[in-house]
């Protein structure tokens, strides 16, 4: 069993803030431009989504090939298996939502790009004025994929958050601080 007083590796706390810090900007943007027709940012939220799918990879790869974090301190059952049901959603949806995305688009006929660089060509029907798709079927059910994902990954992220602050403030324990990068004293 690894000692829970040792420092995590740089590695560790690395990937877990660029992607947790992306993904949380990612899902701001997304509802934001799906809800507000927000057409100009949809390039902007395919790039980094195909982007940050190569440090998901190694972050996903890390993880499993390292095992789960053991906890700062001995907590209630019920407690620490509802944070692996948490954690184990968050590592799924990560993967989960760039790859549905990457499809949707693609399927759709809309393209992928990264920032200019284009990855899918786009169809599009002039006189329509709309995307033809490659396959329709796909596109839609990626498309509910990537919203049904997308919300429960939020809710995820909410119950993860109110996690590190109750154990910050309430256990007042280790927890936020060994993912910061501190070496625990206790
Ligand atoms: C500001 C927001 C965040 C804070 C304050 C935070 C805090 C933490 C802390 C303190 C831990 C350690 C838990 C332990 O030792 O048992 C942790 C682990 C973890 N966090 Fe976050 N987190 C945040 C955002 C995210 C996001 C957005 C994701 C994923 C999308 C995420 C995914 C994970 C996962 C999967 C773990 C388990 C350990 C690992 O795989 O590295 N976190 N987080
Ligand atoms: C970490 C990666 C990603 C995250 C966290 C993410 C998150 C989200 C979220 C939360 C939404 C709003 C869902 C809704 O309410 O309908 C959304 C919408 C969208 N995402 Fe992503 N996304 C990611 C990657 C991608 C990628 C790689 C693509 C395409 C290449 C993509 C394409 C889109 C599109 C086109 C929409 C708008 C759908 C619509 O207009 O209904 N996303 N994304």
């Not at 740089?10 to 927000?38: C, K, P």
């Not at 989960?96 to 029907?125: K, R, T």
Request: aromatic fraction near 10%.
């Amino acid at each position: 069993m690894r000692d829970t007083k040792e420092k995590l590796s740089n590695l560790t706390i690395a990937l877990h803030w660029i992607v947790g810090i992306t993904v949380i900007t990612m899902a701001i943007i997304g509802v934001y431009m799906s809800e507000n027709e927000a057409f100009e940012l949809y390039p902007i939220h395919k790039s980094i989504g195909v982007l940050i799918f190569a440090v998901i990879v190694v972050r996903v790869y890390w993880r499993f090939l390292n095992g789960w974090l053991q906890p700062v301190s001995a907590y209630k059952a019920i407690e620490h298996n509802l944070a692996q049901i948490i954690h184990w959603a968050l590592i799924i949806a990560i993967v989960v939502m760039p790859i549905s995305g990457f499809i949707m688009s693609g399927a759709g006929g809309h393209g992928v790009s990264v920032f200019g660089l284009e990855i899918i060509a786009a169809q599009f029907d002039p006189v329509a004025k709309e995307a033809i798709p490659h396959n329709k079927a796909l596109a839609y059910f990626m498309h509910e994929v990537h919203e049904i994902a997308g919300w429960t990954m939020i809710v995820a992220i909410i119950l993860h958050l109110a996690g590190a602050l109750k154990h910050q403030f309430i256990d007042k324990d280790n927890t936020l601080r060994r993912m910061l990068g501190k070496k625990l004293s206790k």
